[in-house]
């Protein structure tokens, strides 16, 4: 089964978009952090989404340009202010121009993302944006609960899993659910798409956060261990902190509060502090509930079980995953 | 004649709009600055152009509210970039709060500005977002435009001018032919009056300029000859850099490159090389010169003389203003 049609489709219709020209600093970081790639994840699912309603899924291929060019806006943005120095292995824009370029750049890319995603039929205008605008301010609530919780000790697994939802499991949600509405499907078959994205969304970020810490160094694209070393508030560690008592308590206290410390040493000592308390597993068992969930919900959809084998194996795919 | 009607509606209707609440981060750096009022300009020509067309002007309130909240959404990015340190005699969101907040507020208000902006009927919803989308990413120009100029020594007026026209006068076109599509206007009438505001918008930041410098500090709500004291690049400056050779120069020379002065001697000095150069004339001319444009077009609209009073009232405001 093969997925190269649609993402070569992809990346195809995203060379002939144009953002604008002039001034260069104000476009050339757009054309920049779209050309650092990534999995075009969320264009994907639109597509494949729409896929399942029509056989016409390239009339969905631009506005899910537009949400893929909205998932790189709140990229850009948020690296500024996480001073995150790379993306992809690449300077991230604030880096390689600056912090201005990078705000009003994002700016006008959001501008962009409105753009693709109202190249719709006019009947179908309204209801896609009233859905995007909800999900993109859900992003935003997101991304705001991820700072604060930075300065918090006392955040819930709970409370992780809702900023989670927020940050990340709505856009996806919402990409499956513009391929519905693209694609023809009635009210009650878009929500269960927009169910079956959240509930993959949360699934794929408990499995970054594990790749992070379990990842196979030669095959994850990002320094294994980099979430532990920033005492990131993962479900990981969250759940570490929930479970702990004791000297195991005092370890891990003593790795979080370290201020200097040798990075591999500590990787090492709490993803053994991570083993002693059973994380891993609870944390594979909450985010395979979540992908069982999603894949629930896929089958609810009415739809013929063949239409929708490209995106089963998509997510089996997003679940399998090794980076 | 009285423009109270109006105004009155629009502050009214911005009580009932809700941009969110949690995380309050997030969404109290919007109601504040949002509170902080302004002159309402651009939500008031919206429904003063609909009106030209319409009885019912009310149903352009909350998309010419979009443009409003549009409005600030730059503001508020703009003062990040700007470093400024007060927004109309308050604290800029980054000051009260910090650049994170300022940047994820600000992207959350543009999302918001999108949400009142689609309160329009179903079929003239394209059309406004295709015009406003254009407008937006030009204001994005402007400012990127505005802030490479600053780095500068070769600006002319006409980049200047067309640097305004895009930071500013763009967004005041947008707001007249926002109302003309909304009060159902056709194609060749809305292009008047984006062409209206257009050439407004540029006398409107010409007089802005004027009365940085030649203002009543009783009356100016700002600073007078804070563009003086910041060697901001405006039309007056560039004019008298144009102009003055010589001593003049070598003394406008002076002021621009001294690293320590006395702020009232410099503003004082500065102001008194503009009136030896005639610079405030031409500056004035060219203003009157939009100003003129601009109602001109307004006289091109079709749509009786008496139904234009009010805008050509609000106009001839905008052009005595002392503030």
Not at 25 to 49: A, D, F, Q
Not at 109 to 136: I, Q, T
Not at 238 to 249: H, N, P, V
Not at 309 to 320: E, G, M, N, T, V
Request: net charge negative; glycine share 8%; hydrophobic share 40%.
């Amino acid at each position: 089964m093969s997925l190269t049609k649609y993402t070569a489709a992809l990346e195809e219709a995203l060379l002939t978009v144009t953002y604008g020209s002039t001034p260069p600093e104000l476009y050339e970081p757009i054309h920049y952090i779209m050309s650092l790639g990534g999995k075009r994840m969320r264009p994907l699912l639109t597509v494949l989404s729409a896929e399942l309603f029509t056989d016409d899924w390239q009339k969905a291929v631009f506005p899910a340009l537009g949400v893929e060019v909205f998932h790189n806006f709140t990229l850009m943005h948020d690296d500024i202010m996480d001073r995150a120095p790379l993306r992809r292995g690449h300077h991230t824009v604030h880096e390689k121009w600056n912090d201005n370029v990078a705000i009003l750049s994002g700016d006008v890319m959001l501008v962009s993302a409105y753009e693709l995603l109202s190249e719709v039929e006019d009947g179908k205008l309204k209801r896609v944006l009233k859905r995007f605008n909800r999900a993109a301010a859900e992003v935003c609530e997101g991304q705001q609960f991820d700072m604060n919780f930075e300065k918090r000790q006392d955040v819930t697994k709970e409370e992780y899993l809702e900023m989670i939802r927020l940050k990340t499991a709505v856009l996806l949600g919402f990409a499956l659910e513009l391929g519905g509405i693209l694609g023809g499907a009635d009210e009650h078959t878009c929500a269960l798409l927009k169910k079956t994205g959240d509930a993959i969304g949360l699934g794929f970020q408990l499995k970054d956060d594990l790749l992070d810490v379990y990842g196979d160094p030669d095959k994850f694209g990002k320094l294994v261990g980099g979430d532990i070393l920033a005492n990131k508030k993962t479900f990981l560690l969250l759940d570490a902190l929930e479970k702990a008592d004791g000297t195991i308590r005092q370890e891990l206290q003593y790795w979080i509060t370290a201020k200097e410390f040798n990075a591999i040493e500590k990787v090492q000592a709490v993803t053994a502090l991570y083993d002693l308390l059973g994380v891993r597993s609870t944390s594979e068992q909450v985010m395979n509930a979540y992908f069982d969930e999603g894949l629930g919900y896929l089958s609810q959809l009415p739809v013929a079980e063949e239409k929708k084998q490209l995106l089963r194996f998509y997510f089996s795919d997003l679940i399998a995953r090794e980076r």
